[in-house]
């Protein structure tokens, strides 16, 4: 845990967020300013500063998986989702403790902006 990382905050419980899931390594919780009918987040509970920084495969793996359970979990895994992960600056990042997007609940655009 870093000090100053909201997300961290969430992982422990010392910053509420709207949680949907947790296990041992990951938590998942609705975006505060969600860009589709579901927005959740998913993070591995060890702070990763973005997906550069993951040298355990593990952690990728089960970040996957666990995008595969929620969008169960939120009813889109049929009608189908997008999963993003922004990297860096360019990459749009604004958070830097890494986290999936899972989008789902309506037609997803492509390209993206
Ligand atoms: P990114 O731009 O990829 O780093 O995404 C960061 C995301 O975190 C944004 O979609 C924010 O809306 C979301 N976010 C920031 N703070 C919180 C919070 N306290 N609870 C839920 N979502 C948050």
Request: glycine share 0%; hydrophobic share 45%; no cysteine.
């Given at each position: 845990m870093t000090n100053s990382c909201i997300f961290c905050k969430i992982a422990s419980g010392e910053i509420q967020a709207d949680l949907i899931y947790q296990d041992e390594l990951f938590v998942a919780f609705h975006d505060?300013?969600?860009?589709?009918p579901v927005h959740v987040l998913i993070i591995p509970r060890t702070h990763y500063?973005?997906?550069?920084?993951?040298?355990?495969n593990s952690i990728l793996s089960g970040l996957l998986a666990t995008a595969q359970k929620i969008s169960r979990q939120m009813d889109v895994a049929e009608s189908g989702w997008r999963s993003i992960i922004n990297t860096g600056q360019d990459g749009g990042q604004t958070v830097m403790h890494l986290h999936l997007h899972l989008l789902g609940g309506r037609f997803m655009q492509w390209p993206p902006g």
């Open positions: 505060l300013a969600p860009q589709a500063s973005s997906l550069l920084d993951v040298e355990d």
